[in-house]
Structures are given as structure tokens and as C-alpha cells.
């Protein structure tokens, strides 16, 4: 249940965000055991001045082209699963659309489950009788 905010600057192709949004997803359903169809995602274009970043800090030289990656999730993940996905996003996207991997950033933050509302104002996660509570009229 991951829920993915892609940062990048003005500018780019529906082809290019899409791209970037389908191989994240890959990336996810590859490395970190998420479902196909378990995909929540949010592109975010920024203006020059509303996205801002060292060129160079632990990496680089970033480009204009720089992409912020966030990634929220509900069940803890391995070291080794992170790595993975860091490697395969990275992957993924020099091949589509063509990111430079000094241009990505990645970022994995884990989250309890009682901390996600998938709607309805119910806690799926935790509320063991959610879809009684659905079928019973509160929607």
C-alpha cells in the first residue's frame, strides 16, 4: 500500500511522467512485493524556484532534470529491499524516459497502519469489520 509523491520541475511530456510513474510502479511491484494494482501515485510540477536541491550533495551534479521521489508505506521493508528498489528505479528510468541516475532522489518513509484511510473515514487497516460497516450504510 504504498503511496508514491513524484517531485520534478515543470516541463516534461505526459509521455516522460508517465514513464516515470509506470516504472516506479514496476520498480515497487519488482522489489518490494506490492501488488500490481496497488498503485497510489502524485506527480508534483514545481516552477524553477519552488523545487529546490544541492547539485551536489552526496551525489551529482544534478541537472535541472532532478527528480524527488517519496514513498510512504504501511509494512516495514528490509535494508536490502530498499537498496533494491533504489537500484531498480534507478534503472528503470535511465531507461524510460531517460533520467540520469545523478538526477534521482529516493526517499522511504514507513508509516503504522492505523495511519492510513483508504476512505469511507474508516481505518481498513486496523478495523476488522470495516465492510460491515460499509454494507450496513456508513459510506
Known amino acids: ?8 520541475r515543470k516541463g516534461k511530456s ?3 511522467l508517465a514513464a516515470l510513474a509506470d516504472n516506479v510502479q514496476r520498480a515497487l511491484v519488482e522489489t518490494f512485493d506490492v501488488p500490481e494494482n496497488d498503485r497510489f501515485q502524485a506527480i508534483h510540477q514545481h ?3 519552488e523545487l529546490i536541491f544541492d547539485r551536489s ?5 544534478r541537472s535541472d532534470d532532478f527528480v524527488y521521489i517519496s514513498v510512504t508505506i504501511g509494512r516495514p521493508r528490509t535494508g536490502e529491499m530498499k537498496a533494491a528498489l533504489y ?3 534507478a534503472e528503470l528510468l535511465t531507461q524510460s524516459p531517460g533520467l ?3 538526477d534521482l532522489m529516493i526517499v522511504v518513509s514507513t508509516s503504522a497502519p492505523e495511519d492510513w484511510s483508504f476512505g469511507n473515514g474508516i481505518a481498513q487497516m486496523t478495523d476488522p ?3 460491515l ?4 450504510g456508513r459510506q
Open 47 to 49: 516552477d524553477e524556484n
Open 1 to 8: 500500500m504504498p503511496f508514491v509523491r513524484i517531485s520534478l
Open 133 to 136: 460497516q460499509i454494507a450496513g
Open 100 to 102: 540520469r541516475p545523478q
Open 129 to 131: 469489520d470495516w465492510r
Open 87 to 89: 537500484r531498480r528505479v
Open 14 to 16: 505526459q509521455e516522460y
Open 57 to 61: 550533495y552526496l551525489a551529482g551534479p
